[in-house]
């Protein structure tokens, strides 16, 4: 899995070229899992980095891809919980944050929160890059009850872009994650999951684990693709059409050149 998120390589380098950065640019990643879209980005741009994450594996992760393709000068992989580092306000070209909202707070705040985070970050005329979750259509509650907290994801994709202007942000592209991307995130992490129960001893936190990974996408499947008969089959339009729930990541950048003049 190249990424933590239902993003596509070409959609993520499609991005990244579009965000126009240069060696002169500073990037911040929030929750930046194993580190990937911001060290293309550095590849590619030649700008600097800093990407936090709580998780310790994935920082090392980060650290280890990030050797043979950009300097550590270039780029600095952070573990910490992202709401107690210290980051001087204005300081930041870009803020990105990619499936990560939650870490800014639980439930409907998480959006709002971050938001407010990074313009207190970026400097005016700067961007920010948020993959934020919305739902297509309403969940089921079943669907609801597994997942615990619907995390963030309680507008649509034009409430997202919306929100955002209210906020005094110019939206300068947006995207969205389609099936295949979705599908792609949904079945590596079960086949990661389901090989690392045949490979490790038993554990029975592993094995917990292992059974809500199976649950929640078993839930998510069927929840997504009501009525297909098999995993493989390609859906007919009709079936398609019955699709309850989905989410999706809108994958916007928002110009920050007010952020300064922000009323808070
Ligand atoms: C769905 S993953 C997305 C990772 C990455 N952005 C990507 O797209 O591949 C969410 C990440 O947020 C991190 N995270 C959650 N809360 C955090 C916090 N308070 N501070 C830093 N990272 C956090 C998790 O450890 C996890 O790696």
């Given amino acids: 899995m190249v990424f933590n998120s239902p993003i596509s390589s070409e959609k993520a380098d499609r991005i990244i070229q579009l965000l126009g950065l240069t060696s002169k640019d500073?990037?911040?990643?929030?929750?930046?899992?194993?580190?990937?879209?911001?060290?293309?980005?550095?590849?590619?741009?030649?700008?600097?980095?800093?990407?936090?994450?709580?998780?310790?594996?994935?920082?090392?992760?980060a650290r280890e891809a990030a050797k043979d393709r950009i300097s550590g000068t270039q780029c600095e992989f952070r573990n910490a919980d992202i709401t107690n580092v210290p980051l001087e306000p204005h300081s930041?070209?870009?803020?990105?944050?990619?499936?990560?909202?939650?870490?800014?707070?639980?439930?409907d705040?998480?959006?709002?929160?971050?938001?407010?985070?990074?313009?207190?970050?970026?400097?005016?005329?700067?961007?920010?890059?948020?993959g934020e979750g919305y739902w297509k259509r309403d969940p089921?509650?079943?669907?609801?009850?597994?997942?615990?907290?619907?995390?963030?994801?309680?507008?649509?994709?034009?409430?997202?872009?919306?929100?955002?202007?209210?906020?005094g942000l110019v939206p300068l592209y947006a995207a969205v994650s389609n099936d295949d991307e979705w599908d792609h995130f949904e079945w590596s992490h079960r086949m990661k999951m389901e090989r690392q129960a045949v490979s490790t001893v038993a554990d029975p936190a592993a094995a917990e684990k292992l059974e809500r990974s199976r649950r929640w996408r078993d839930m998510a499947r069927r929840s997504t693709r009501p009525g297909e008969a098999g995993d493989l089959g390609v859906p007919s339009n009709q079936r398609r059409s019955r699709r309850a729930v989905s989410g999706g990541l809108a994958w916007?950048?928002?110009?920050?050149?007010r952020c300064q003049e922000v009323e808070r």
């Avoid at 916007?252 to 050149?257: E, K, L, M, P, T």
């Fill in 26 to 61: 500073r990037v911040l990643d929030a929750g930046c899992g194993c580190g990937e879209f911001l060290i293309r980005l550095c590849e590619r741009s030649g700008a600097h980095g800093l990407g936090v994450d709580k998780d310790l594996q994935s920082i090392a992760a």
């Fill in 140 to 167: 089921a509650p079943e669907y609801l009850r597994l997942i615990g907290e619907p995390v963030g994801i309680y507008r649509d994709h034009s409430g997202n872009i919306s929100f955002a202007e209210q906020h």
């Fill in 92 to 107: 930041f070209d870009l803020a990105l944050c990619i499936g990560s909202t939650h870490a800014y707070g639980s439930g």
């Fill in 109 to 130: 705040a998480a959006y709002p929160n971050t938001i407010d985070s990074f313009l207190r970050l970026v400097r005016a005329g700067g961007q920010l890059l948020i």
């Fill in 252 to 257: 916007s950048f928002r110009g920050a050149g």
